[in-house]
C-alpha cells in the first residue's frame, strides 16, 4: 500500500474524462490515484491539447492500455500538463509539497536498453505496465492515465520545476518546447551560426524556430501556408518566412542560403511533400530532422539523400530530459512560448476545446484547458 502525505485534504474521489468509444469522451467521477513509489500526486492547474490527443481520441494508436486499444477502459488522455505536487508516494524527498512541476511525458520502463540510454520516449517495453506483462512503463496519456482530469500521479523522473514569475499556461508548453529541443540535440547538436528550416508552423514548428534561434542559429527560415501563423513564427525569431501557398519552398532556401541549402532542417508537416522538400532544400552533409509522422506510406527520393550524405532522424517524443534544456531557456525569458496559446476552457468544455484545436477554429494552435475550472 503507499501513502500519499499531504497538508491538503485531498478528496476521495475526482473529475476525469475518460474514453469510451472511438471519438467518445465521457466526464466522470474516479477513484482519487495514489502515488506509489518514486512518485507525486499533482493536482493539474493547466493541460494543452496537442494533435496527438486527437488521434489517441479518434483512432487509438499511439496509445497502448492493457496491450491493445484504449477505448472502454476508463483510460483518461491529455499528456501535455503542469500543476501543483500535493501528494508524495513513500520516501519521495526529491520535491516538495505545494511545488509546481511541469511534466515530461514518458518516464520508460527504466530497465531497457534505450531507457538506459537516456532514451526513455522510444523505450522498449512501451505499454508494458499491466498484469501478466508489468514492466513498469509510464507514458501518462499514452500508456497510463494523463491530463484531461483534476488530479494525475507521476514518477519523479518526469517532473520539471516551473519557476515562481511563469505562468501556468506558459509551463504546460514545456512538452512541446521539449520535443523540438529533443529533435534538435539528436542531430548532433545545433552549432551556433547554421542555418536551420522549419517546415510547418504547427505548435512543434513554431517552438522550433525560437528554440533553434536561442541555440545561436544564424539564419532560420520558416515555411507554410497560414499567414497568421507565420507572423507568430516572426515574433518567435524566424529571420526569413515562406508563404508556401506562393512560392516554391525548396527554391526560396536555396536562394536564402546561397544555393547550397540549409544545414538543419526540421519537418513538423509529415507529409510526402515537405519530406521531399526537406531532402532537397538540405545542403550536402546537411541533417534532417523527422519530427512529425506521415499518415500514409511515402515515397521519397532517397538517391538525392544518398549521393549528398544527407542524414535522416526519425524523432519520437522528449527524450534525454530535453524538457529540461527547453525549460532552461524559457525560464531565461529567451523566447514567448505564449505566443502559441490562443484559447482556453474550463474541465467540462473539453470537447469545445478539442474542437477548436481540431478545426483550428478562431486561430487556433495551443488550446488550453484548466481542470480545476468547471
Ligand atoms: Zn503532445
Ligand atoms: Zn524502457
Not at 57 to 83: S, V, W
Not at 107 to 132: D, S
Not at 148 to 172: C, G, K, W
Request: aromatic share 4%; charged share 20%.
Amino acid at each position: 500500500m503507499s501513502v500519499a502525505l499531504s497538508v491538503v485534504a485531498i478528496p476521495p474521489t475526482m473529475r476525469a474524462w475518460v474514453l469510451n468509444d472511438p471519438g467518445d469522451l465521457e466526464l466522470v467521477e474516479k477513484p482519487m490515484p495514489e502515488p506509489g513509489s518514486a512518485e507525486v500526486l499533482i493536482r493539474i492547474d493547466a493541460v494543452a491539447v496537442c494533435a496527438t490527443d486527437l488521434e489517441v481520441i479518434k483512432d487509438g494508436p499511439p496509445a497502448r492500455i492493457n496491450g491493445g486499444l484504449p477505448f472502454n477502459q476508463g483510460f483518461t488522455p491529455g499528456h501535455e500538463y503542469m500543476g501543483t505536487i500535493v501528494g508524495l508516494g513513500p520516501d519521495v524527498d526529491e520535491y516538495r509539497l505545494g511545488e509546481r512541476v511541469s511534466v515530461e511525458i514518458h518516464a520508460g520502463c527504466g530497465r531497457c536498453k534505450r531507457c538506459r540510454e537516456g532514451m526513455y520516449t522510444a523505450c522498449l517495453n512501451y505499454g508494458a505496465n499491466y498484469e501478466g506483462n508489468d514492466k513498469g512503463h509510464r507514458a501518462n496519456g499514452f500508456t497510463t492515465d494523463g491530463g484531461f482530469a483534476q488530479y494525475a500521479v507521476n514518477h519523479i523522473n518526469t517532473l520539471v520545476r516551473v519557476p515562481e514569475s511563469m505562468t501556468d499556461a506558459e509551463a504546460a508548453l514545456v512538452v512541446t518546447a521539449g520535443t523540438t529541443m529533443y529533435g534538435l540535440t539528436e542531430l548532433g547538436g545545433l552549432v551556433a551560426g547554421e542555418s536551420v528550416v522549419v517546415l510547418g508552423p504547427g505548435p512543434i514548428g513554431l517552438l522550433g524556430v525560437a528554440i533553434a534561434k536561442s541555440l545561436g542559429a544564424a539564419c532560420v527560415i520558416l515555411s507554410g501556408t497560414r499567414a497568421d501563423r507565420l507572423k507568430i513564427g516572426s515574433e518567435l525569431g524566424a529571420d526569413h518566412t515562406i508563404d508556401a501557398t506562393r512560392t516554391d519552398p525548396v527554391e526560396a532556401v536555396l536562394s536564402l542560403t546561397g544555393g547550397l541549402g540549409a544545414d538543419y532542417v526540421l519537418d513538423c508537416a509529415g507529409t510526402e511533400q515537405s519530406v521531399n522538400q526537406a531532402i532537397k532544400m538540405t545542403n550536402r552533409g546537411g541533417k534532417i530532422c523527422l519530427a512529425a509522422f506521415p499518415h500514409e506510406m511515402v515515397s521519397i527520393d532517397l538517391a538525392h539523400a544518398v549521393r549528398n550524405n544527407i542524414y535522416l532522424y526519425g524523432i519520437r517524443g522528449e527524450g534525454r530530459s530535453a524538457t529540461h534544456r527547453a525549460m532552461a531557456l524559457m525560464s531565461a525569458g529567451r523566447f514567448d512560448a505564449t505566443l502559441i496559446h490562443t484559447h482556453t476552457f474550463g474541465l467540462s468544455d473539453l470537447p469545445e476545446a478539442l474542437r477548436h484545436a481540431r478545426e483550428r477554429i478562431d486561430g487556433a494552435i495551443k488550446v488550453i484547458v484548466r481542470p480545476q475550472d468547471n
